[in-house]
DNA sequence: ATAGCTCTCTATAGTAGCTATAGAGTCAAG
DNA sequence: CTTGACTCTATAGCTACTATAGAGAGCTAT
């Protein structure tokens, strides 16, 4: 059973060129190839994929899903590394979520300054953005 | 008043190097240069940079920006337009923040499936992302 | 004047995770 | 034998910067 690049892409949901993608970043193996040139792919090869489509639909980075690989490929250590990755993770988006709602809370105070359609020279939201003493606080990398 | 691109970045809190980005992104415009060919900046200047640093920091594009400084530029008309590129960012934050958050219960719900050092291959959490049937709903781009 | 230091200059490449394009080859059906 | 769908490699582009190299400007201390 040896499907193409294209019947793969379809099975886990994702471009043909972002397979090719994953195997240069050495997250998918290099296949067989047939006579044509062809990738031809297996049962194995399919179920990493969507291995890996699904760490990144939880937004998992490339990197944080190769170390997942790693540790899934070495069978003999306990699973001890897998929680701990989750868990930062988990706080990550915590953060991410604690920032937009912030950020948020900053656009909805601007856009109370300016009801309407006034010239352009009284719009309250254009001043707000102006006024140097009013920026966000953010620390040094926003990860919004 | 003249002052160079080091003081210039200073005052609105960035790196040398993003000022001059701005200026090849067309959002600042290209100042007068001394005699061995620093760039020198005036108070309009200052005024332009923190401004469209404030939007970054309310987590604007670069081309929101340019349309609001556009719109700015141009105060003839009335401000309709920039109310309603702020409810559109405000609305794209809102969906950003309700991806986040749905994402958050799926990783919580994934780390439930794993309390601790087992042997790799009882891991839940890794048996938890293999699993194809679980993927989190996502749109086109997901926006995160 | 010369050395040392900080600031500035241009140009180029790298970051993440793809997406898009060009130009060529493969393969099955009509 | 040609059409069409699929695949191949290689390269450039996206966002908003960051990092690097190598050279010049300008000030102070000797």
Do not use: W
Not at 48 to 66: G, V, W, Y
């Amino acid at each position: 059973m040896e499907i193409r690049i294209g019947d793969l892409a379809k099975r886990s949901g994702c471009e043909v060129v972002t397979v090719r993608y994953y195997e240069k970043e050495g997250l998918m193996p290099k296949p067989a190839r047939s006579g044509g040139n062809f990738r031809l792919y297996g049962d194995a090869h399919i179920e990493r994929l969507q291995f890996i489509r699904h760490c990144r639909s939880l937004d998992m980075t490339l990197s944080e899903i190769r170390t997942l690989l790693g540790l899934r490929d070495n069978p003999t250590q306990d699973c001890g590394g897998i929680n701990v990755l989750l868990e930062t993770h988990i706080q990550q988006v915590e953060m991410r979520v604690a920032a937009l709602l912030q950020l948020r809370q900053h656009l909805v105070n601007l856009r109370e300054k300016c009801s309407g359609s006034r010239p352009m020279e009284a719009c309250g939201i254009l001043n707000g953005l102006s006024d140097s003493n009013c920026h966000v606080a953010r620390s040094k990398q926003s990860n919004l």
